[in-house]
């Protein structure tokens, strides 16, 4: 015992020296059996004789404070005023208890007093009181600790060791034994036990408590969240931790709740309830949408950065956070824009996991899906006077590649209009939505604007032709005689009127024209055959990107999503990715049964340009 009051002692004098005392609780700072230099153990009489010893000091002007005061822990105020205060304090039972739970029934530098007998035998006094009063020196040196990490472990290991004391039975043994032979009148009751012991860990964490309250008024995130962990961590000393929690984060989490209410609301009241006012509604609606973005989306993301994300108040704020998009969602449908109002209410629904405010955003998503997915469907479609040409010519003309956005009501789908060379896509002229009334019939239900990616190949078409003519023009300037042809030119049938011999080379060259003409007629039936064969398979393929291309842009809005800190349905997100490579999966294993055809194709193309090339040597 001796040991450990020199070891206390030392840190005393440190603290003396440094003045590290950061928090320290009022229930140790004026305690009554502090104010009057009595040990926890002190009776009745004891109290009233100290008090009145101090009182004389006081009217003397001779008060002062003494090592046995701990004067680490700041000054002791002994005025009259606070000398009777102490011992009102020790005449309640309540805070009678709560004073001898927080002071020393054996002070550093206090020379031990005898312990006093008790009536009850079986409760080992000494080893109690001393258990109590190293949990509260570990308490104490709490109080000088930083909030860093270092300092945030001396917290929990002092409340830990604080609440094995006040669960041990035997203290509060201890502590009502006092009570009977202290001759206090009146003498505390069990319910005044109980009522103490259900709040000591929280009393004993006040500090911790207001120094994270503290941290959060200057906006300390980082001394925020260490406290808020540390007081997770202790959640299985009691239910005080959660309730600790909750009254640092109070104060946060009510600012975000006003900050949703109030972009809600403002939202709500600028709404003009009628159907000549879909423009005014619909800026209303996107100048919410961009504070939830700018202001609430940030604030939700910092709020559950401190707390822990499972927590209730996490769970408050998502789903305050959630039930505000939802609003903004709704408003969306006065504008007639139910697209955009489905969407947010799947964000909404997904940020909304796990509350009870996801049952009231689902049900406005159930309402919302029908009419977005006619707008979806119908809302782009401008009218057409009549359908476009479909038409091909050995394998030059136009016709529809792609399939995507099916409508399972009206059995439609939206497609794209080529011009094709040899059946291949050269350019996108426009888009539809149709429907397969049989093999290559089609009702066309409307006109659709080209996609982005449209846009893309049209100008790259665009750009190669350009650089084709361009090429060719050069090579016409380097060049003389005919100009290449993609079909062979008739030889003259005028005779030379010159010799014998110009007459041996005429018939020879005409030979060699008729016989590279019948190659080159040859080989372009073997290709129209060819292309008739790799046509369905370059179709199928054709339709594997294009469903590729719509879950691609799905991923990546769904990836643009979670970068924004946007909760999304992982399972969705993986089903779609596994969508993805069984497309692609498809598109490589028919991709490689034409490899060999296309291969062939490319070299019949090529004997084809060299055999024009010779015939239209052989003309000049």
Not at 80 to 103: H, K, M, Q
Not at 361 to 368: A, M, P, R, S
């Amino acid at each position: 015992m001796q040991e450990v009051q020199s070891v206390w002692a030392c840190r005393v004098s440190r603290l003396v020296r440094t003045g590290n005392v950061m928090f320290v609780s009022d229930g140790v700072k004026t305690n009554s059996y502090r104010v009057l230099g009595l040990s926890a153990n002190a009776t009745m009489s004891e109290v009233h004789k100290a008090a009145a010893s101090m009182m004389r000091a006081a009217k003397l002007g001779q008060a002062r404070t003494t090592e046995t005061d701990i004067p680490a822990l700041g000054n002791v105020a002994r005025t009259e005023a606070d000398i009777r205060t102490a011992v009102g304090r020790l005449s309640n039972p309540a805070l009678r208890l709560r004073d001898r739970l927080f002071w020393f029934h054996q002070p550093p530098l206090v020379e031990k007093r005898a312990a006093p007998t008790f009536t009850t035998e079986a409760i080992p006094t000494e080893k109690i009181a001393r258990s109590h009063d190293d949990a509260l020196r570990c308490l104490l040196t709490a109080f000088e600790a930083t909030l860093d990490d270092a300092g945030v472990s001396v917290w929990s290991r002092a409340l830990r060791a604080w609440h094995q004391t006040v669960s041990d039975d035997d203290y509060w043994s201890l502590s009502l034994n006092l009570e009977e032979q202290g001759s206090f009148e009146p003498v505390a009751l069990l319910s005044d036990l109980d009522d103490l012991r259900d709040d000591a860990l929280r009393l004993a964490a006040d500090g911790l408590i207001v120094a994270g309250r503290e941290a959060l008024t200057r906006n300390d995130a980082s001394t925020v969240r260490r406290i808020l962990v540390t007081l997770e961590n202790l959640g299985d000393t009691g239910r005080w931790a959660a309730a600790a929690q909750e009254d640092i984060a109070f104060p946060a989490v009510e600012r975000f709740r006003e900050l949703c209410k109030a972009v809600r609301e403002e939202c709500v009241s600028k709404i003009v309830r009628d159907q000549d006012s879909t423009e005014h509604n619909k800026n209303v609606c996107e100048a919410s949408l961009k504070r939830f973005q700018d202001e609430i989306n940030p604030s939700l993301n910092k709020l559950i950065g401190l707390l822990s994300p499972e927590s209730e108040e996490a769970r408050r704020a998502r789903e305050d956070a959630a039930l505000s998009l939802s609003g903004i969602a709704t408003n969306y449908t006065w504008a007639d824009d139910f697209i955009t109002s489905e969407k947010l209410h799947e964000e909404a629904l997904e940020l909304a996991q796990n509350t009870s405010g996801a049952f009231r955003i689902e049900e406005g998503l159930t309402e919302v899906r029908e009419p977005a997915r006619k707008q979806r469907v119908f809302g782009a479609l401008k009218p057409i006077s009549s359908a476009p040409s479909l038409r091909t010519i050995n394998g030059v003309g136009f016709t529809l590649y792609g399939r995507s956005d099916y409508d399972q009501e009206t059995h439609s789908y939206a497609t794209t209009h080529y011009f094709v060379v040899f059946f291949i896509p050269v350019f996108p002229i426009s888009r539809y939505r149709v429907i397969n009334t049989d093999s290559h019939q089609y009702r066309f239900l409307g006109k659709l604007p080209l996609r982005k990616i449209d846009r893309w190949h049209l100008g790259i078409a665009a750009a190669s032709i350009l650089a084709g003519i361009i090429s060719i023009g050069i090579n016409s300037n380097q060049n003389s005689g005919t100009p290449y042809t993609s079909s062979p030119r008739p030889p003259s049938t005028d005779s030379p009127k010159a010799g014998s011999t110009d007459r041996n080379n005429y018939e020879s060259r005409k030979t060699q024209l008729s016989n590279l003409k019948t190659r080159l007629e040859a080989g372009r039936s073997r290709m129209k055959r060819l292309e008739s064969q790799l046509q369905p398979v370059t179709d199928k393929l054709t339709t594997l990107t294009s469903s590729m291309e719509t879950i691609t842009s799905e991923l990546k809005s769904l990836d643009q999503q979670r970068n924004e800190g946007v909760n999304i349905d992982i399972e969705d997100y993986n089903a779609k990715v596994d969508s993805y490579n069984k497309l692609l999966s498809r598109y490589r294993e028919l991709e490689f049964s034409i490899s060999n055809d296309l291969e062939l194709y490319k070299k019949m193309s090529k004997e084809d340009e060299e055999l024009v090339a010779q015939y239209n040597a052989l003309l000049r």
